[in-house]
């Protein structure tokens, strides 16, 4: 398959607690993106992270990058139940597409 | 931001029909737009990669003459559905390319077919 994997498939977490979610990819990338999918609805970007780079802060996200690996974490703070949703990585080669891992699906129980 | 359209945003068809989903970007140009389809609980998968002015690139095992794809100007491209039936129903995602890195997504048609 040419997707990547992402581990857990679920998580479900008490609101106020952290959420941590890791990708694996298979190729070598310019940059992983990580996105948010509300229930039926269209992508939401969150943040990027060049093959450069090693970890990366976006407001109460924290992306990691281990290139040697090919691995990504994203790790969610202090989460709301607001942040419920499915929360996709997505690889860029440079090919100019992007490759998705399957997805973790986020509950925050109030 | 940059902001991506899909019309219509959910649509019922009969077997054997054809369905014409459009995407547009409101704000920006973008040379490459990209149509993904994704089934329930799973994640996107890319169906092809449709260049403004030139033929759509197709991923392996996606029969290009079922899902055409028009690109005619720089913030519309659509994907016709043709000749559908039950398991093309799906949740069809676009996202267009303004620069070198970034995609911005549609939010979706739901396709049903009866």
């Known amino acids: 398959s040419q997707q990547g994997e992402e581990d857990p498939q679920a998580l479900s977490i008490q609101e106020g607690e952290n959420a941590t979610m890791n990708c694996s990819y298979k190729?070598?990338?310019?940059?992983l993106q990580w996105y948010r999918q509300n229930s039926g609805r269209g992508l939401v970007h969150l943040i990027l992270?060049?093959?450069?780079?090693r970890e990366k802060h976006s407001g109460r996200l924290r992306v990691t990058l281990d290139t040697s690996k090919k691995s990504s974490s994203l790790l969610i703070t202090a989460s709301r139940a607001a942040d419920t949703a499915s929360y996709f990585c997505?690889?860029?080669?440079?090919?100019?597409?992007?490759?998705f891992g399957q997805g973790t699906r986020l509950t925050i129980n109030p | 931001g940059a902001v991506v359209s899909q019309h219509p945003s959910w649509v019922i068809c009969k077997s054997g029909t054809s369905v014409k989903i459009e995407c547009r970007s409101l704000?920006?140009?973008?040379?490459?737009m990209f149509w993904y389809r994704q089934f329930p609980k799973q994640s996107l998968m890319l169906m092809a990669t449709?260049?403004?002015?030139?033929?759509?690139?197709?991923e392996q095992g996606v029969e290009k003459d079922k899902f055409l794809i028009n690109h005619a100007s720089l913030t519309l491209s659509t994907l016709t559905v043709t000749s559908a039936h039950p398991e093309d129903s799906s949740f069809y995602i676009c996202?267009?390319?303004?620069?070198?890195?970034?995609?911005?997504f549609g939010p979706g048609t739901r396709l049903t077919v009866l």
């Open positions: 996202s267009a390319r303004p620069a070198l890195h970034e995609q911005f």
């Open positions: 190729t070598s990338i310019n940059n």
């Open positions: 992270i060049r093959s450069n780079e």
């Open positions: 997505a690889s860029d080669s440079g090919a100019q597409k992007l490759v």
């Open positions: 704000d920006f140009q973008a040379t490459t």
């Open positions: 449709s260049n403004e002015g030139s033929k759509a690139t197709y």
